[in-house]
């Protein structure tokens, strides 16, 4: 008999909120900074699934293999794909496994697997769990769940204090905040049922280039910023960009910043000097096979951006693209330093599977 759910399966979705509510009848639990996978298992075929429905059973063998050794023969499962280095989850290593050699892939599933981390529980056997409440499916997934071996089960709580408390330490182990599900609510699939809040700064960036909008022609509207920041030896690094505009702000900016374009030789990014190690936007990389291109301009005006997390170690970039916020006239472009991006006390990502609140 087939699952009683099959791939493609969208799965619920959360909306953002400013601050951890109280007073409301939420199951909290850590959001993790992974690839959503829904775990399809029927027998001796496993299917991992994505977001946005694409198989990823190819980018992560181990897993797959993990499934059959752990799960129950006629399963589907709501999760993450994660993967741990140094005490931390690690989303560039975790990407480096969509890749187009099947080599890489298997030396990657080696020498750093991934894990799975399983967080709610859609149907077991021939049952659907999707109209039972939440609190029901949350201890049919602890009874299912034996942490280990590439399968793990999310810490949850209904003490928003507790939840709170996640939010702060857990940020430290790569992690970038917290969901809340209402205790008594169905699994909605592709709804927006959930919230999540994450952890929001700000930066004073350096304006360093630019890309015009890919839907114009060019020089007539801007499509994004690219943002830089200086290290301890002054050298300018790309740590990101801004790109959420409006149509008419687009075409402002074009006239704005049409003064400040500048010949490769005068740019950091473009000279000499740009191969001195220092991060430079439009790289190629795993997603791209050639450079991308973009218009240099002179890094003079500075800008504040509002941003969640960062990535990548020494010299870090933004995780996701930042927020715009405001110009910053009062700064000077030599003063964006590394040194004002807010960095989260480590904490140990075993001790998060494993649900524990203390230091590292």
Known sequence: MPLPLTSPLQPMLATAVDAIPSGK??????????????????????????????????????VVAAMLRTLPDRVVLDGELVVAKDDRLDFDALSERIHPAASRIALLSEQIPAAYVAFDLLALGDEVLLEKPCTERRDALVALVKPGDGLYLTPATTDAGLAAQWF?????????????????????????????????????????????????????????????????????????????????????????????????????????????GRRLPGAINR?????????????ERVLEISYTQTEGGHPARLRHNGQ????????EADSCRYDQLDQPARYDVESVLRGEVKPA
């Open 25 to 62: 009848d939420l199951l909290f639990e850590p959001k993790w900074d992974g690839f959503r996978c829904l775990v399809f298992r029927d027998g001796d075929e496993v299917v991992l699934q994505s977001r946005s429905g694409k198989p990823l059973n190819r980018y992560f063998p181990e």
């Open 287 to 299: 997603w791209r096979g050639e450079h991308a291109s973009w218009v240099p301009l002179r890094p």
């Open 324 to 331: 715009f916020t405001r110009w910053r006239p009062d700064r």
């Open 168 to 276: 702060e330490l857990f940020e430290g182990a790569g992690l970038d905040g917290v969901i809340g599900k209402p205790a008594g609510s169905e699994y909605t699939p592709g709804k927006r049922s959930m919230i999540k809040v994450k952890h929001a700064r700000s930066a004073d960036c350096v304006v360093a280039g630019l890309r015009w909008h890919k839907d114009t022609d060019p020089g007539t509207a801007v499509g994004s910023l690219l943002l830089g920041l200086h290290d301890d030896q002054g050298v300018l690094h790309h740590v990101g960009v801004v790109g959420s505009f409006k149509a008419d702000r687009r075409r402002e900016l074009a006239d704005e910043l049409r003064e400040l374009i500048t010949e490769a030789g005068d740019h950091p990014w473009l000279g000499p000097d740009a191969e001195d």
